[in-house]
């Protein structure tokens, strides 16, 4: 019998298996797609919030200052990248009312070194801000990670303590008995005592599901632009607009990467599946952007995603335990990917409560990344080529990812072309994988010991080989 079985493998879902880990259960994670991150977390800004945006008296506000430190412990222990940016919402003649009214919030969450900066501080930290910026409110706890490393960081680290992860793995059918539910999924069926339902788009599916009314989730879709790495980093910080009622506004975000990305667009959608991008968001967002920082040229960006929030009515997070032994996790939209590990804290502590939880008895508390070769020193990369010549055969030109991270990437769980590249970076660079996607594609092939045809870049129906060799 499980003891807790977790629906869905985002940064909520993977959050709750590795908190769950530290102590002497049995955990399960189901996760539809064919790998972790692949829902709503892989399409995110990757911005760790300051909180200071949203109602202080608000679950969000209050879940977002916590997260934004056990952040920075948890990159120490498990081995992400995690870079300190710092935040700044900018203001424009007549807009300091506002900064005054975000920081007195700030405050009140106890958010620290919050200060209104005037236009000499500007010139001198961020010159390439518009001249017409008179004031900006400085966060300096706002930071940026990759949501899809800490995902994959967090998953290693609940594996190793003994969680079950388990992907292509829809969850199709829910069924409450005397003592547990009853779970069904194309694969498999699964008894668990307890059920966390942290399914991002489908959680409110999932809750009915389980007869279980719930808030309707409201798709809220945006497009986000990303800029050569070549053009710099165009400012040290996040720069925000004055937020508006639905939305943050439209971004200049540094990325942990060296590039800079721009966005996003906010609009609410029917389709949870659409995750287009479109010349008209592109052309909205340099409106936007440019406002902010004139030097942004179109031919800089080089790659653009979508990506779709679960909002709600209601606004704020929902999180309760709905029915006896099932907990839902509805509506987690931004500030989610900041509030995440807060999150799992809360449930965990919420059912301790309840429960009789014991300490895990030889808890493996940290994790080591995938060295990446293009980051390393030229004598720490021929010493990682004495060990082992595969450092030294490089396989994406762009990013300088060699032959062994890529392996060592299918070892730790990547199973597709896009798990691959949000692992190593492969694929990421200018030329989006026209050089290294089929030698990738070779290295699947002979590690998982499967044919081209089955080899995926997101999944099933996403082949790019068909009848190879026949």
Sequence with gaps: ?????????????????????????????????????????KSNSGIIHTGFQDDPRSLKARFAV?????????????????IPTGELVVAFPGERESLEFIKE????????????????????????????????????????????????????????????IHCDNEVISIEETSDSWKIRTWESE????????????????????????????RPWKGEEFILDRHADRLTRRIIFPVPQKNTKGVLVIPTVDGNTMIG????????????????????????????????????????????????????????REDKNRFVNIVGIKSPGLTAAPAIAEYVVKMLIEKLEFLPKENYVATRRAIPRFRQLSSEERN????????????????????????????RRGARTLDGIKFRTRSQMGRCHGAFCTMKIMAIIAEELGIPYEQITKRGKGSELVKGYGS
């Design 264 to 319: 996003p667009t906010a609009e609410e959608i029917e389709d949870r599946g659409d995750l287009t991008t479109s010349k008209a968001g592109k052309q909205k967002v340099l409106k936007h952007i440019q406002r902010l920082v004139p030097s942004i040229r179109e031919d800089q960006v080089i790659a653009s995603f979508a990506g779709l929030r679960p909002t709600t009515k209601e606004g704020d997070f929902y999180i």
């Design 66 to 82: 916590r997260g934004n430190r056990l952040y920075r412990e948890m990159a120490k222990v498990l081995d992400f990248p995690f």
């Design 190 to 217: 699964y008894r668990s005592r307890y059920v966390i339902n942290a399914a991002g788009l489908s959680a409110d599916k999932i809750s009915q599901m389980a007869g279980i009314g719930v808030p309707r989730i």
């Design 105 to 164: 919030n700030g405050e009140k969450l106890g958010i620290p070194g919050l200060e209104i900066k005037d236009r000499k501080w500007l010139e001198k930290h961020e010159p390439n801000l518009s001249r017409e910026i008179e004031y900006a409110l400085l966060g300096p706890t706002g930071a940026v990670i990759n949501p899809y490393e800490v995902i994959y960081a967090m998953a290693e680290n609940a594996t190793s303590n003994g969680v079950q």
């Design 383 to 410: 010493r990682l080529i004495k060990m082992d010549p595969e450092y030294g055969e490089v396989i994406c030109r762009c990013e300088l990812v060699t032959k062994k991270e890529i392996k060592e990437a299918i």
């Design 1 to 41: 019998m499980i003891d807790f079985l977790i629906i869905g493998g985002g940064i909520v879902g993977v959050s709750l298996a590795y908190e769950l880990a530290k102590y002497q259960l049995v955990i399960v994670l189901l996760e539809k797609e064919a790998e972790l991150s692949f829902g709503v977390s």
